[in-house]
């Protein structure tokens, strides 16, 4: 993969995450789901408060400084304390932030060199992991992940 073909799975992506989104109401939008699930605003604070994080990093690199990481075991509780904060957001601000935190990313991304994305030795605290896997796993494989639970809501 290249960075050109990183950040057009990128977009394409997100168009098809935003699609599902695209006629929602905003009663749909901020309705739990089943057991009292997640809403959709609830999911889209929760995408946007990794890709905050995945900005957060990416400026860190820049200025040459080591992030913190989240390790595997600690992801449930960071998403748990997130959900926590997003919770109560008014659903437009979620969805400036949604918008918003997506568009930094991007422009952080292009500032990106192509080998700190692809070299698996370039950032050892990625233990032997390119960049861009993060870059995948927090954009289009997490929306991905979460595009079917809003289809199941919006029928």
Do not use: C
């Amino acid at each position: 993969m290249t960075k050109r073909e990183l950040l057009e799975a990128i977009h394409k992506g997100r168009a098809e995450f935003e699609a599902v989104l695209a006629d929602l109401t905003p009663e749909q939008m901020t309705a739990r789901g089943a057991g009292g699930g997640w809403s959709v605003k609830d999911t889209l604070g929760h995408v946007a408060v990794w890709e905050s994080r995945l900005v957060t990093i990416l400026y860190a690199i820049e200025r040459g400084v080591t992030p913190k990481a989240i390790r595997a075991a600690e992801v449930d509780k960071f998403n748990a304390e997130s959900l926590a904060e997003q919770r109560d957001r008014p659903l437009e601000r979620v969805l400036s932030d949604f918008h918003a935190v997506h568009a930094q990313l991007l422009k952080r991304l292009e500032g990106v060199p192509e080998h700190d994305l692809f070299d698996p030795r370039r950032f050892e605290w990625m233990e032997d992991e390119p960049l861009a896997r993060m870059v995948a796993a927090d954009t289009f494989e997490h929306y991905a992940e979460h595009r079917p639970a809003i289809e199941a809501m919006r029928s």
